[in-house]
């Protein structure tokens, strides 16, 4: 199952003819775009059901809510879908975008609750060698660099600016993504690189799994 060509020429096409009026006489080729797109995340879905547990697999439309957006293009320029693993053991979700010349896979924790985030934070200041371990990784490196997300400016409440796990304990989010090409995105093997992209998530997932599922002594919560 690959991702069309067509697809992303849709995509180049409505970035400079983001209305109503194009798109209604270019809706077949929209049509088009989406059950491609459409396929193609349910033939991933069921190549990530092999190594994980994945509940459900939904592709976004491309229509945009504007009603508090100053930006009133009605028609986003892009092509996504989200992974949402089963079970309250399983934490983590996975991201793919479809966008010519900005597509990746990724994945993480985009806008964690406040409890969840209290938790992350009380066990990197009590131990951040674990993911420090997870994030020096070669196989983390290669695939995704480094840890992503928004960050506070200053230390969260509780604690210093000299905390030693200080550059952790200031992300709001914890991503991580990995960059395609357009000509990636449209050979053959695509499919599979995005389901071996978000295997390499596993050991960060797993963790973070592991310490939203349990307490500081290592007690489950569930």
Known sequence: MNIQPSTLQFLRDIRVNNDRDWFQANK??????????????????AEMNKTDLIESAKPFR???D?????????????????????????????????????????GGFWDPNSQDLKRI?????????????IMAAPEFIN???TLRGDELKTAPQGYTQD????????KKQLLISRPFTDAEVLQDNFLNEVAITFQAMRPFFD??????TTDLNGESIL
């Open 62 to 64: 491309i229509y945009r």
């Open 66 to 106: 504007v009603r508090f957006s100053k930006d009133k293009s009605p028609y986003k320029t892009n092509l996504g879908a989200g992974f949402q693993r089963a079970t309250a053991q399983l934490r983590g979700g996975y991201y793919l975008h479809i966008e010519p010349g900005g597509c990746f896979a990724g």
């Open 28 to 45: 077949a080729h929209y049509d088009r775009a989406w059950k491609n797109m459409q396929a193609f995340v349910k033939a991933l879905e």
């Open 143 to 145: 695939y995704f660099g």
């Open 207 to 212: 963790y973070m799994s592991e310490v939203l």
């Open 163 to 170: 905390h030693p796990a200080i550059d952790l304990l200031r």
């Open 121 to 133: 934070r009380e066990e990197f200041a009590l131990d951040d060698q674990p993911i420090r371990k």
